[in-house]
């Protein structure tokens, strides 16, 4: 079974910049999470999707962050415009609707100049 | 602020020999819980979890305990092996939102 897979893997910007991350989650999981982590900290949830709908986003800087799910399936998550505080790795994770348990994808480190 | 929190930072261990890894929780309301391994970039593995109506749980060289009424909990590995060097979380669980501890770098000696 294929896991979560995410991209780019690494991207380097300048504050002010716009970025993208792109997050395609384990099939049939309905659930889908976006996960900020800080270098020595642990993952911060941003956003939880169930299907195509936002069910928290309350951790979600709204002024800069944003995110979607059109289609239920994978995801995107945007950054405009990116301060240096935003470096971080963002990862992605998916659950089955109903479980507790998430798998994660592999991340994005995103560097912030 | 941070509901669950790991009692050490990093964990340095000999080749062979058992680790403990230690995790305090504040919200007694929680009733699930990880641990996840997160090796040098890669996104966290699950490891192991266990429900509040449980207090010990074993899989493949693990084990976690859960001791609810000091609300802590511990993961342990047993014969710690090279590949076992990453970082630890644990996590728990409310209305499947996960809330992560700081993590505990465990470093395996040769």
């Known amino acids: 079974e294929a896991g979560v897979a995410q991209s780019p893997r690494y991207k380097i910007i300048e504050k002010r910049q716009s970025v993208a991350f792109w997050c395609n989650p384990i099939?049939?999981?309905?659930?889908l999470y976006w996960y900020q982590q800080i270098l020595g900290q642990g993952p911060k949830l941003l956003i939880q999707?169930?299907?195509?709908?936002?069910?928290?986003d309350s951790q979600l800087p709204k002024d800069r962050f944003s995110a979607e799910r059109l289609k239920g399936v994978d995801s995107t998550l945007k950054i405009q415009p990116a301060k240096l505080e935003d470096s971080a790795v963002y990862l992605c994770a998916s659950s089955v609707t109903g479980q507790e348990t998430q798998y994660f994808g592999p991340g994005t480190r995103l560097l912030v100049l | 602020g941070e509901s669950v929190g790991l009692h050490l930072p990093t964990l340095s261990v000999q080749e062979g020999d058992n680790s403990i890894i230690n995790c305090a929780y504040s919200?007694?309301?929680?009733?699930?819980f990880i641990w996840y391994k997160q090796e040098s970039g890669k996104g966290p593995q699950f490891i192991i979890d266990i429900r509040s109506n449980m207090d010990k749980r074993q899989g493949q060289r693990v084990t976690v305990l859960l001791n609810k009424t000091v609300k802590h909990l511990s993961l342990q590995i047993a014969a710690t092996q090279p590949g076992d060097s990453a970082v630890y979380f644990c996590?728990?669980?409310?209305?499947?939102?996960?809330?992560f501890g700081a993590g505990t770098t465990v470093t395996v000696r040769a």
């Open positions: 099939s049939g999981h309905a659930t």
């Open positions: 919200n007694s309301a929680s009733d699930y």
């Open positions: 996590a728990e669980n409310i209305d499947y939102k996960l809330s």
């Open positions: 999707f169930q299907n195509n709908g936002v069910v928290d």
